[in-house]
């Protein structure tokens, strides 16, 4: 068996100006060839070993150019992704996890249940909320997820009316609205756009959906 060295304790990749030559090495005793590398040579009593190992380091170059240009295309995929994609799909691939909303003056947090084009509905230890999404000033806790394709056509979405006639007759429901007021009473009748609300003292008062910030139904 030959043996191999590596002269000056370096080896350069092969390059098209790489060739082989013959020469001996005096330290070692040994006659054979080598492979020159940009002015470095390697070594070998057996020419087979020179050309052995200058292919296992130019396959090895080769894969790690391959694998690099594989994760530059894969980085490049997954931008292109996300530049497509909608809170609407991350909104989504959130459902059954724990979200932060910010609003004006206040954050709510709960697991989100469902979500609507217009509202967001979160459940909480100590209430459930529904909330405008056009109130939300930002969101933490949301996961990266792609853009759905083709599932949204046909999908019954949450609505205002559909959360509010299911808290109707059951506890009172506080709603803060837009300007910051805030109203607590029992649901007595939902409208596509309205929603009546009996006070403590018997008065109703009709609000407008598109008024409201947020409304919360204690535990």
Known sequence: MGRFLLVDNAFAHANIGSKLVTCTDHTHGIHGCAWEFEGRRAVASD???VMGFVVAQEASRLQSITDEEVLLDAQAIAEAEMQRSRVDDRLRAALGRRLYCHLPGITVQGMVREVGAEILVLDSEVA????????????????????FEGDVAGRVTVTWSAM???????SAVQFTMCD??????????VGADFVDVRHPDGNVVSLMLTGVRFAVRPR
Request: hydrophobic content about 45%; charged content about 20%; overall charge negative.
């Open 47 to 49: 020419p087979c070993e």
């Open 128 to 147: 459930a909320y529904v909330i405008s999404r056009a109130s939300v000033l930002s969101l933490a806790g949301l996961p990266h997820a792609l853009r």
């Open 180 to 189: 910051g007021e805030c109203l607590s009473g029992v649901i007595e009748a």
């Open 164 to 170: 509010l006639r299911e808290w109707a007759q059951e």
